[in-house]
Structures are given as C-alpha cells and as structure tokens.
C-alpha cells in the first residue's frame, strides 16, 4: 500500500509499506480522508521525540474493508471514524474512566503506525460508525479534533451564562467556541490573526474578538468582566498565552490548557497561588467521541467551514508545507486517499 512516511525533520515521501495485518480484536480501515493537526505538523519540523521512519496521522475517516474474528460492533462497508489512544484497559486510569491518562497508551500516528496510508489497522472497540447521509468522509475526519474540545469542555459541569475566553482560534479553539456556544456560554475568542477572529464572529461562535497585537486583553475583558472571565482554554501552546489565560481569568476561576508545548515555560505562580486558580491540563478525549459525532447530527456544529485546504496524498509535501505556512487564510488541511 502506498503510505505517507516522515523521514526527516521537513522530510516526507510517499512510499510502499506492507499492507497491515489484523489481529483478532482489530478492524481494517480503507482510509479516505486525514486532517493534518497540530502534532503532525510538530512532528515534521522535528519538535517531538520520535524516530523516522513513521506514518503520522490521528485524525482519519474511512470504511471497515476486513475486521478480526472477534469483532461484532461494526461490519465490512461501515464508514467509521476512530479514537486514536490504545489503551492497556487494565491499570487504575483505564479502569476509572480515564483511559487517556494510560501509562502504556499508544498514539496511532506517534507510536504505531497513522492513518496517512492507504489502509489502518486499529482496534475495533475504537472506532464509531457515523451517518455518510449527514456528514461525509472529510468533515468526518474532524470529528476527533472535536471530541478534544467536547472532552475539555465536559469537564467542567455548566457553561450557561458564564464568560469563558478562548485562546487560540485554529480548529480546536474553533471547535471550543462553537461546544462552548451550544452550551450557552458567553465567549471571547482571543488571536493574534484578524481573518479567524472575523471568520468566528461572522459564524456567531463568538461574542467578542481580541488581537493582542493591536488591543489590551485585560482592558477589553475587563469591561464586561471586570473580575475577569470565568474560564479560560488556552489552545495554543506557548509561555505567552498561557500567561494570559492566567492573567484574564477571575479569582476562583477555571483555566484549561490544551495548547501542545513545545518546551518548558515560566509562569507568575504566585498569581495562581492569589488567585486561587483551577488550572487542568486537558489531554486529548476519553468518552467523547459518540457526543461528538450526536452534536454534528443534530446540526450543533459545523464541520465543513473548517476545511479550508484539500489535497490529494499525492500532494503531501505541498499540503504540509502550506500546513506550516497558515497561508491563504488557512484553517484546516485535509488529505484525501
């Protein structure tokens, strides 16, 4: 099968890999869409710990073409989307209900072996058929971005009427605002480009805009929360931002971190320590997949506006390069097979 391999930091070719073999408890996919994310594309500039060669890809749609003896919960010619966390199922994590925090998962597309191909093989009990009447194959590879903002969201217990910022308006932060909105939250969302905070505010996801670069977050916020917000999710990944979260967010209140940080930051503890602060980090999603999949049936949120950029794998140099560049007013690429 042809497949999509990193090689190199920067470096990517389409190369011919054995097909994957199935063991009794596993399905085989036929992929058909991929959306690159953040980690993909932190993994070709070569800031994460992993060794070439490897096939990223963790966000994927496609049809179940050949599934294991044991497996009963789809049959061949579903079309599925899939969690991309394998879990031990057996430590104290797995059994609690938070198998995302397994300290022997392994990431479909860092550890094993993505879904930048033209075949998966993954686990059947990750996978989730989904209705091609209502969503098709590329808004469907977005459901697992999704389900990151579903799960970050869901921890905490009622949204309505509370002022809540969102940092960062690439696809999770996008995705936030619109989980945060169905909620009935009032939301801020926070960038330093001017086409997605207009893109947002246009689609009605958001109530207010702040660019740091031309306006004080502080001051904006604190006109109509002069306590500050009652929640921040920051979904970007640098000292910076994470500072801010700190800084707009209400004594008592609550600061999500979704952000993939490249390295280590400094942060005014003390002000948290005064404060009083929540601070939870939010580490992809356990249980959020099939609430993902019902908000997107019943016309909750909108996938389709998100994908900006399509390529076919044949294109996965220029789509990764793009990817990089945020180009073109560029959300979301996607890579179809």
Not at 62 to 77: A, H, L, W
Not at 303 to 325: D, M, N, P, V, W
């Amino acid at each position: 099968m042809k497949a999509i391999v990193y090689t190199k930091p920067g470096g990517i070719k389409i190369k011919e890999v054995p097909k994957p073999k199935l063991s009794n408890y596993e399905v085989l996919l036929k992929i058909k869409a991929v959306g690159l994310c953040g980690t993909d594309l932190h993994i070709y500039k070569g800031k994460m710990d992993v060794k070439p060669p490897l096939i990223m890809g963790h966000e994927f749609s496609g049809i179940v073409v050949d599934k294991g003896p044991s497996v009963t919960n789809v049959k061949i010619g579903d079309a599925v989307v899939g969690e991309h966390v394998v879990t031990c199922k057996r430590c104290n994590y797995c059994k609690s209900g938070k198998p995302n925090l397994c300290a022997k998962a392994k990431v479909i597309g860092l550890h094993r072996p993505g879904a930048l191909a033209e075949y998966l093989a993954i686990p059947a009990d990750l996978v989730y058929k989904f209705p091609r009447r209502q969503i098709n194959f590329e808004e469907a590879a977005l459901i697992e971005p999704l389900s990151i903002a579903v799960y970050a969201v869901g921890q905490e217990p009622a949204e309505l009427d509370k002022n809540v910022a969102v940092i960062g308006q690439g696809p999770i932060g996008l995705f936030l605002d619109q989980v945060l909105k169905t909620s009935g939250a009032n939301v801020v969302g926070i960038d330093t480009l001017n086409h997605r905070l207009n893109f947002a505010k246009k689609k009605k996801w958001i109530d207010k805009t702040i660019n740091p670069k031309t306006q004080s977050v502080a001051k904006i916020i604190s006109h109509f929360a002069p306590d500050g917000v009652d929640e921040t999710f920051e979904a970007v990944g640098i000292e910076a931002t994470a500072q801010t979260a700190i800084d707009i967010t209400r004594r008592d209140g609550h600061v999500y971190l979704l952000g993939v940080f490249e390295s280590p930051g400094k942060l005014d503890l003390m002000k948290i320590v005064k404060k009083e602060l929540n601070i939870h980090g939010s580490w992809t999603c356990a249980f959020a997949f099939q609430p993902a999949i019902d908000l997107v049936k019943n016309k909750k949120i909108d996938l389709k506006s998100l994908i900006t950029h399509r390529y076919h794998y044949t294109q996965a140099e220029e789509a990764f390069k793009g990817a990089i560049s945020y180009s073109q007013k560029r959300i979301k690429t996607v890579i179809t097979f």
